[in-house]
């Protein structure tokens, strides 16, 4: 079964409500190719090996978490970006785009999905927080931080970085998936044990002991890659599609 592109976007523009988010990044169709769609591919990020992929599976569209134009970016098509989007031109293949709609959906979301994995009850997303990205929620029983690093690394298969606070047991947390280490003070003004996101920066040491909330850095792929899974898998059902899923192993 087909799929116009333009009634794909229309419809993705209302089931993530495009609209409500201030993004780095435009969410929705990125590159045109085909007007109607029967092949889609899904990944984390448009890379050019996703791209390769797409291509080799005949791929009438790409979607994914992480798209192209970012904010502040050199705007020239020339050399990566130039290859990427050439080839996607050259065998005419949509690339669509969806970036905090997807991080902070409240099922198919990166941050719901990882609450999920990790096992986490009494999940809530913290009202004062822009565009519902920080969520809080419990563990079932107490763990230690090495019992918890254990745990993350047993679920996404990578093991965290863990920046030390002064508690031994950790109990609640709050998680706000990718490079959103800087939502470490809005953690520990909910009094959490412990925070999760993606990456670290050098600041982050610091505040995790001065803030004493613990911090797990545990990858921005690592923790961004279920939602566009799951966002391809409720399309292919919704609209009947041929559906692909490429994860392209990142360790950051």
């Known amino acids: 079964m087909t799929i116009k ?31 109607t769609i029967r092949t889609l591919v899904t990944g984390v990020t448009a890379c050019q090996a996703l791209i390769d992929k797409a291509i080799e599976l005949d791929a009438d569209a790409i979607l994914v978490h992480h798209g192209f134009f970012w904010k502040g970016e050199n705007p020239v098509l020339t050399g990566m ?53 920080l969520w809080t929620g ?10 918890l690093a254990q745990h993350i690394e047993q679920v996404l298969d990578r093991a965290p970085l863990h920046l030390a606070a002064e508690s031994s047991l950790i109990e609640t947390i ?30 982050t040491f610091h505040q995790a002991a001065e803030l004493g909330v613990h911090y797990f850095g545990a ?22 599609l041929d559906w692909h899923h490429v994860d392209i192993n990142n360790p950051v």
């Open 5 to 35: 592109t333009t009634d794909l976007v229309n419809y993705l523009s209302k089931y993530l409500q495009v609209d409500k988010f201030k993004d780095y990044a435009p969410n929705g169709l990125q590159v045109e190719g085909k007007q």
């Open 81 to 133: 970006k130039a290859k990427r989007i050439k080839a996607l031109m050259q065998n005419d293949i949509n690339l669509l785009g969806y970036h905090l709609p997807i991080d902070a959906h409240n099922e198919l979301g990166n941050n719901a999905l990882l609450g999920q994995k990790l096992g986490l009850i009494d999940v809530a997303i913290d009202a004062n927080t822009p565009q519902d990205l």
């Open 138 to 147: 419990k563990l079932s029983k107490p763990m230690t931080p090495d019992e």
């Open 174 to 203: 709050a998680w706000c998936t990718g490079g959103a280490q800087d939502y470490i003070d809005a953690a520990a003004a909910l009094q959490v044990d412990a925070f999760i996101s993606g990456e670290a920066s050098e600041r």
């Open 219 to 240: 990858g921005h792929h690592a923790t961004e890659r279920y939602g566009i899974e799951a966002l391809g898998a409720h399309l292919a059902q919704e609209f009947n």
